[in-house]
């Protein structure tokens, strides 16, 4: 009862405050368990639909057990804040993902509904795992989840100090992991439990890192006013305006804040002029293939 009364009181805090900047955790329509909705997707196989040269990927399996079978609602799979599946067992599913630091978090929704966010405050009914894996080039990693038994070891990469090293949720070598996933199936999408997952969201991770990166910078340039002004390098506003003023020197952090907004303008551009040669490339090829859609001649 306590968990639903939980649930009704978050409810109520979102329709409290929506409009005021708060952000819903949920999967509502997404979270049936295997109870409800077995998994019933093709058996494991590697993908090959990712760039090994330049990005990694990750592959999520939760191994089977009698409670989680009976499970009614499955746990939620948050990579840089989005959510992308919910890991039913025996499930596995995976994504291709961008170097650099992927922070990963589950939550377990009640209904559907699994927490929300503030600028000032921040509440899950139920956090499972939140941790940051630094992603590399090149790589393959194993993600395994279970509630009732830790692996026989993890991945020797990890620092001591993560939380991925013991847990619901681990981060385990390829030995582990092929011992285990070859007994999970493909969490596909569909009506019952559509999901996000088995694609690359290596756009979405170039966006988080330059909204990262770029609010670093501004705190930095904060950091760098502030000090400027404690140490009587700033040019004041006249007294007759209350606004204004200006550094008497140039901040370090208003270049490197340049410097990035200029790497992704052009990385923008590329980007455009890469998905533009493609689409003339599509057409291209349609018109060897000769006739039109509504001429077969």
Same mark, same amino acid.
């Given at each position: 009862m306590v968990p639903v009364l939980r649930s009704l009181l978050l409810a109520s805090v979102v329709l409290l405050f929506s409009g005021c900047g708060i952000h819903l955790h949920q999967s509502i329509g997404k979270s049936l368990g295997p109870f409800l909705h077995p998994v019933d997707g093709h058996d494991f196989v590697h993908t090959d639909r990712w760039d090994e040269e330049n990005h990694a990927i990750f592959y999520f399996y939760r191994l089977p057990s009698q409670w989680a079978s009976d499970e009614i609602e499955s746990p939620s799979v948050y990579v840089d804040g989005v959510h992308y599946f919910n890991i039913r067992s025996p499930g596995f599913t995976w994504l291709e993902v961008y170097p650099g630091d992927r922070h990963i978090i589950i939550r377990r929704p009640l209904l559907g509904l699994e927490?929300?966010?503030?600028p000032h405050l921040s509440f899950d009914l139920s956090r499972i795992a939140d941790a940051v894996v630094d992603a590399k080039a090149g790589n393959i990693y194993y993600f395994r989840y279970s509630e009732e038994e830790q692996p026989r070891a993890v991945h020797p990469d990890l620092p001591e100090d993560s939380s991925l090293r013991q847990g619901d949720l681990t981060l385990v070598p390829r030995e582990v992991a092929i011992e285990e996933i070859y007994d999970s199936r493909f969490l596909k999408s569909d009506l019952l439990a559509p999901n996000h997952a088995a694609i690359s969201i290596v756009e979405k991770n170039r966006e988080t890192n330059y909204e990262r990166a770029r609010a670093e910078l501004e705190t930095e340039r904060e950091e760098e006013l502030a000090a400027m002004k404690e140490e009587g390098? !700033?040019?004041? %506003? %006249?007294? !007759?305006?209350?606004?204004?003023?200006? %550094?008497?020197?140039?901040?370090?952090?208003?270049? +490197?804040? +340049?410097a990035l907004d200029k790497e992704r303008e052009a990385y923008l551009a590329d980007k455009a002029a890469a998905e533009e040669a493609a689409a003339r490339a599509a057409e291209a090829a349609e018109g060897e293939g000769g006739g039109s859609w509504w001429w077969p001649f």
């Open positions: 927490g929300f966010t503030t390098r !700033y040019n004041a %506003p %006249p007294w !007759y305006w209350p606004f204004g003023g200006s %550094p008497s020197a140039p901040l370090e952090a208003d270049r +490197k804040i +340049k």
